[in-house]
């Protein structure tokens, strides 16, 4: 069974961590405390950097690096908190705005500190209506404790969070969407260069960061770089919230070291298989990730070592389907989010995912043909690779690993003229 | 090109494409380079003179060690880079990119007004797959979409390059035109849902890449390759844009722009573009015509000119003759109407002004569209350039939105602009004696430390670098002490330059060309005493001071600021020839009509608001019975036996203009001499007794108001405004106004029938009128200052809907 013992999720399920009083008690404002007295921005980012936390947005970029990019000009700094998390099989972002909010207000002003933002917006997605009334209470009482607001803990530091709710576009969790969306325009992907750390938020320097990110940040602080790094393997440290879902026995939010194989936390995190089935493939990073299959459940959680097995940790979106899913339907449902959640802006993704949506379709109602299956096969040549944004990069590779994995199951969707895990098909078949 | 694009350094960088090595400008955009390199890279969201945006992904190359493909069109060169713009893996993106465009696209060229200049079916023919492999039904999207007053969108041709939305937000900066919706679903619309309407929405059909904007006009008419091209210049207004006149078997089809850096930066405005259908109506003049008692009825070109030197003969003798036009023609037919005036009939009672401008042409500190570009602050006051000079504002726009440009507008009410812009509520009259304020703060270096806005204004002047002041040369006294300001500030190293927005498209090349009473051809003082301006030719005509008045190419009827007196010498003056291309309150007074081509249908030169003089082609054939004006001055002086004063030819014409030119520029200076001008200034506007119906009258311009060619013409009826009067709000409450009811306006000349509405622009006491309408002239309400009162009372008439076959008055 698990030994970790928790970090980010200490205390979740036992306190009310949406309380000052509890949240002091749990470990918390420590961090902040310390800092505003004794830290300099530089020294904030300095250890930051040091304990090499990778962003958990989905990229992995270190944090520390993305800080240090800010051009020292003098315009005014933002930073954003993305909280817009959409990406399927992803809800671990969701549970920490909901369980421990102030958590991330630690974590918003320790980051607003460190780059000397002059402003803070929190973009929370439109459907995440509880976790917005519970952050809205928390940043009241956060407020009245005197952790957020002006000359913070008589520091002479002032920050104060503007909260920003989206409207339902997976695509507004994209960086620059997002900004777009906040100053108030359709939420699309920008053409970068310019990247936000030079002309973000209204063209000014900013800063995007995920919520568990940012939670990590008053851990650093307090118990130091070194220890941060010394959890899991030293290029991507750390502890790491997974959601789980699938056909587990126990689906759920698990915080684990980094580098934890695979089979580990299926089995002694979420229980393993449903009683009588096999694996068939797992979804490591959330809908946009590759699939990895049985043989792989050695492989470590961590970006690096999924990364070379030719998928990523993404969003930490940990997706286990066993014999009885069907892969056509699954990719079909896959792939259907990410053409109906396409802005548009780029040919390939637009049109590209319509037609592979559009032939999963068929495929799975018994209308496909060989050509459909070439098309399949050579698509990604110039569906991926080719797009402004790396959702358009997302279609193909979760299909392409199962289609490469299961070619006989795609055929047999075309000789049967039905899908094969359809109960009364089968018996037609048989 | 303009100025703000993250341009090119001036360092040269050295670049292999396709492998030409050639060396270009740091910064340059891969997809700019490969042009240089002798290649092209296909595009459709690039626009060279918007942001590149690298959405569409057609423009996909390879750069060596860059892994993945790139975009040309965001890209920029660094040193040694090399481009392969026509690789294998280039080719497979290239056709898989057109493969999604065509996935679902309904493939009606036949019938697509885009076939043949479609980038959608070059670049398939080029790059493209030859075959479909969707093997299901295409999906659809809506048809035949009502886009507004000028367009039908087909969204299924539509392929989403948003170079239309991106026209309407980054150059027309309206922000109307939008991408609704998301993913293959998205569709182009108004944010508003309303219609597309936009001076500017033409140029929308031309930057699409395929037939998805169509043009109402254009719309089924014509194949791009059955078209026969001819270079023109617009003459609608005075800012002079380069354009193409396509025609097919004589008619005229469309218009298209020609881009001219310097002018017009690639773009026209709808009325330059969509006014040509008037000319293939009923209602355009075709025949000379003869009064027969109330009536206008056909005669002979040989009659017509007969009558005229029948009863121009003795007018002349006696030297109770005048002359009106010259800023409707072309500078040749302007040189030859004052010619006629002064060597056929012996006076200089000549005059191209009909409307308030005084002066077509700054005395000194003359600018050029392009000092828009970098200016720190444009001052504004007359002119209202998005009415009365569209693309000069187009410029104007993007140099307020993109390089901080501060727009100051003075005036008598509150501008409708799409920019920023700073307003200062001044009465035109009063104007000069705020330009001297400002000369005298910024000279005595008072501009740090005065209060109040006079040193306000002062000292955003003193702060700017280079100031272009933008005018319409209407009031002599605030013009002069403009140029008193700018010498200050001359003389304090800023950079200062002049625009006068003409009243007429070529204003500036009539009175360069001597139309004005006291000035030859070239600004060289006419021999003899200066003759009547046209203010005192109509002053004259109604006390039955003259015997005859030839008219070219205007109306004062509708345009001249006191319209009782112009009416009163139309209908008073025993003979009046009017040359006209329809029958204007003007020509409808007249004892002869002469028909005359319009600028598609001859050839010449026009004179733009900087001076510059642009030569335009004929593009079709005028009617059996139309001549130019020249042909048509050139007839009447020959049947007066003056054959060999005035030349038909423009070669031998421009000639003439030229000779006479450079004789004039020993005599002149660099300070270009002024018209003659009426003694009546511009009034200031008196604010009235709040108790009271009667308002003080502002006349207003609109893009489409007027008497001549827009009236006439179906393609621009649709965007013509209907003839309105703007009351403040407070006015409204006071005395009772309800938008939309039909109001009668009384005044000294007559009353008129309005639409009401109501506005904050307007500002206490005042109605703003819209000017120039033939429906409900205003300037029955003015005086010669343009300005005028009236008593607003409602209504008792339902309104009369015009139709376009007019009856003769
Ligand atoms: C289509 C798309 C959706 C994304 N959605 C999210 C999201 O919901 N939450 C998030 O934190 N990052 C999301 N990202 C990643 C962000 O663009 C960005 O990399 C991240 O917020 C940076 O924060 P980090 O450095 O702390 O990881 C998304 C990226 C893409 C392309
Ligand atoms: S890849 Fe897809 S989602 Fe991303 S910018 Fe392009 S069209 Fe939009
Ligand atoms: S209507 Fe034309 S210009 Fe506009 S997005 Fe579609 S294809 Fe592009
Ligand atoms: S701005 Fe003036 S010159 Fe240019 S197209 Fe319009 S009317 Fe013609
Ligand atoms: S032209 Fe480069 S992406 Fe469209």
Redesign the pocket.
Known sequence: MATFEPVLTKGVGQLDLTDVAAYRKNGGFVALEKALKDMTPESIIAEVTASNLRGRGGAGFPTGKKWGFLPKDGRPRYLVCNCDEAEPGTFKDHMLLEQTPLQLIEGLILSAYAINAAHIVVYIRGEFLEGYRIFMRALSAAREAGYVGDNLLGSGYSADILVHRGAGAY?CG?ET?MLESIEGKRG??RLKPPFPANAGLFGMPTVVNNVETLCCIPHILTRGAAWFASIGPPKSPGPKIISVSGQVQKPGNYEIPMGLPAGELLQDYAGGLLPGRTLKAIQPGGGSSAAIFAEDLHTGIDYDSLAAKQTMLGSGGFVVMDDTTCMVRASMTLVRFFEY??????T???EG?QWVHRILRRLEAGEGSDADLLVLNTINDTLTGT???????SIMPFLLSVLRRFPQEFAEHVTLAGCPFDPARRMVAA | MSADRPAASRRMVNVVIDGSALSVPEGTLVVEAAKLAGTSVPVYCYHPKMDPVG?CRICLVEIEKTPKLQIACATRVTEGMVVHTSSERVAQARNGVLEFLLLNHPLDCPICDKGGECDLQDFTMSYGPGLSRLTEPKLHKPKRVDLGPTIVLDEERCILCRRCTRFDDEIAQERNLVVIDR?HRSLIGTSDGGPYRSYFSGNTTEICPVGALTSKAYRFRARPWDLTHADSVCAQCSVGCNFRIDSRFGRIMRTFTRENLEIDDGWICDRGRYTFNYLYEPTRLRRPLMRRGDDLAECSLDDAAALCAEKLGPAARAGRVGVIGGGRLSDEEAFALQAFARQVLGTNNIDYRVHLQKFASPARFGARLIDIDDASLVLMFGAYTPEQAPILDLRLRRAVARHHTQLMYIGPYRPHLPVEAQYVEYTPGAIADLMMQLADTVHQGRTESGDGFVADIARRLAQAEKIIAVHNGRDPASVSALDRLLETLAGYNHRVGVLVVGSQGNARGAEAAGCVPNLGPGYAPCSGEAGMTTGEMLKAAADGALDALFIAGANPALTFADGALARRALENVPFLAVAEQVLTETAALADIVFPTASFAEKRGHVTNLEGRRQAFGQAVEPPVDVLSDAEIIALVARAMGHAESVSPQPAALLAGLVRAESAAERSVGDLLPRAKVDAVQPAAVEKVDATHRTFTIIPVPHLYSGGGAVAHDPGTAPMRPRPYAIVNPEDAARVGVVPGERLTLSGSGGSIDVEARVGPQAPVGVALVLADMPEAPANKLLDASGFGTATISKAASVPEQRSLERVSA
């Open positions: 695509i994209e969407a699309e992907p959640e396409s802005c548009g802006q780029c390939p993704c637009r995912g797009n402004l944004c790396p959702l358009g990069d | 959405l993913g």
